[in-house]
């Protein structure tokens, strides 16, 4: 069986589980900015001290334009703890290798 027969029935098995939990993770962040919304609405001195904490931070950031050196730099050390960290590296990738594994061999057609 070649790998994209493999990943192409590995989906087909699994559809029910990709919807659920795209429609959970959907409906969580949904859920999320509605709070958010309600609590500002509520109370607009949380508002003020939220734009206030805000402009106190906005100083430290400055993003350089775009198409820039300045800029691919900042993308790069803002996600060099994620794609360089061996421990998670490793364990990510060897943990989808081995359910893609398991899931495609275990009930094959």
Known sequence: ??????????????????VAISAAFFVTMIMAAVVTYLVL????????????????????VAIPPP????????IFLNNIGHFWNPIRFGVGYRSLA??????????TP
């Open 1 to 18: 069986m070649s790998i994209k027969a493999t990943l192409r029935s590995t989906l087909r098995r699994n559809r029910f589980l990709v």
């Open 41 to 60: 609405a509520a109370s607009p001195v949380l508002i003020d001290a939220l734009h206030d904490w805000l402009q106190s931070n906005a100083g430290y």
């Open 67 to 74: 198409y820039t050196t300045g800029l691919y730099r900042v």
């Open 98 to 107: 081995r359910s893609i594994w398991v899931s495609s061999y275990s009930s």
